[in-house]
């Protein structure tokens, strides 16, 4: 091979690695910058998840009946976990009555 051909293949190889973590590195992770201190009362709460593994603090992120997102201390607090067990009490209860009546607004069907 041509010692042009050697260049050519090379800067190709290094166009393609580039472009590939560039694009990589734009996939954007909502994460929480901090989490609240006080507690929130779960009858607000319809879901709740884990932050993702990628983020700088621990947090659960609580959704409000609205759909609104609030960063939460993680399960080690005692009121997160009694918001926790209380969302998950709801959503069986709205599922056995098909999502029907006041205390079901804003739980999402599973």
């Excluded at 293949?9 to 580039?18: A, Q």
């Excluded at 009946?65 to 201390?73: D, H, I, S, T, V």
Aim: aromatic share 8%.
């Amino acid at each position: 091979m041509t010692p042009w051909g050697n260049a050519t293949l090379f800067f190709c190889i290094f166009f393609i690695i580039c472009c590939s973590t560039v694009t990589e590195a734009q996939v954007p992770v909502d994460c929480c910058l901090s989490v609240a201190n006080s507690s929130i009362s779960k009858r607000l709460i319809a879901d709740y998840r884990d932050q993702d593994k990628g983020c700088a603090i621990d947090a659960t992120i609580l959704v409000t009946r609205r759909g609104r997102k609030l960063c939460a201390p993680t399960k080690e607090q005692k009121w997160v976990e009694d918001v926790m067990k209380h969302v998950d009490h709801l959503k069986k209860r709205c599922k056995t009555e098909n999502y029907q009546g006041k205390h079901c607004f804003g739980v999402k069907r599973e």
